[in-house]
């Protein structure tokens, strides 16, 4: 064994007592997603890249005849009355933190409103447990359609054969650096042998600007906005981020993909990219039209 295998064999050895020291302190347990009625059954994931709107028109058929996931903000767009999503997965902290920018603020207002008039058919929201008893979830209580599942989403990293274990536990999962990540995770822990991922751009890179005051902004717009929507990326402090911060961000949750991919393996399952258009490289690509 090289120095360099050495020093990586240590670290993920580091990575996973650290893990586990984690999931004793943040993670709940005796968490239950597996569903025994979609075992071994096949779904899709709807994420909210511009390229959604042609992966949609192309493959509207085979998405509407599968369980659906969608995630995020989709309800304030027309497709999610139509498409009528089993799932609805959440992950961002600024959903249930009380302190967040007024953008997002208003953005989760309207999502609230979306859900809570939309919503007539039963709908899973997957949430975080430190969502539990937030403004948030109190408002959706509103509506008898929509039931709360709570998840676990503890960071965990280190040996493979070891963070498998804790994964399919429910005890955590890879670093939820973008809502895919968990979404991706949820389908593989209810039991679905087969994920096809629609939407999934991944190009922010493609997007980022630094102006001549040094400030980094990236395109966030979704397949349901009319234009660009050129703004910071905030931290929970309120901080923007920075050029290495977003590097870094991306770099974590590409690498979460792979990890996923392997868990998948030892899971039997495969994930499938569909997406039109995508930077997402751990994922076998397929053009099912």
Request: charged content about 25%; glycine content about 2%; proline content about 3%.
């Amino acid at each position: 064994m090289n120095l360099q295998k050495l020093s990586e064999f240590t670290l993920q050895i580091f990575q996973s007592i650290f893990s586990i020291i984690k999931i004793v302190f943040l993670s709940k347990y005796f968490t239950k997603l597996r569903n025994k009625n979609l075992v071994n059954k096949d779904c899709v994931i709807l994420a909210n890249g511009p390229c959604l709107k042609k992966d949609l028109d192309n493959n509207y058929d085979f998405i509407i005849n599968h369980v659906k996931f969608c995630v995020n903000f989709f309800a304030l767009s027309e497709e999610y009355e139509k498409l009528k999503p089993n799932y609805y997965v959440i992950a961002a902290p600024e959903f249930w933190l009380k302190k967040t920018t007024d953008f997002f603020k208003e953005q989760k207002n309207k999502l609230i409103n979306c859900l809570i008039s939309k919503t007539n058919w039963e709908l899973n929201l997957l949430i975080p447990f430190q969502a539990k008893n937030s403004s948030f979830l109190n408002e959706l209580k509103k509506n008898s359609n929509i039931k709360v599942i709570h998840y676990n989403n503890t960071p965990i990293e280190g040996l493979q054969f070891i963070i498998n274990y804790l994964f399919n536990l429910n005890l955590g999962m890879p670093r939820p650096h973008n809502v895919l990540i968990p979404a991706i995770f949820l389908a593989l822990n209810i039991g679905f042998k087969k994920i096809y991922i629609f939407g999934a751009d991944h190009s922010w890179h493609e997007e980022i600007k630094v102006d001549e005051l040094n400030k980094a902004t990236v395109n966030h717009e979704h397949f349901y906005d009319k234009s660009e929507i050129r703004m910071p990326m905030y931290k929970l402090d309120g901080k923007e981020y920075h050029i290495h911060d977003i590097f870094r961000k991306l770099h974590y949750a590409f690498k979460g993909y792979f990890i996923l991919r392997s868990y998948a393996d030892f899971l039997n399952a495969k994930i499938y990219n569909a997406s039109s258009k995508s930077y997402i490289d751990a994922f076998e690509r397929i053009k099912l039209s």
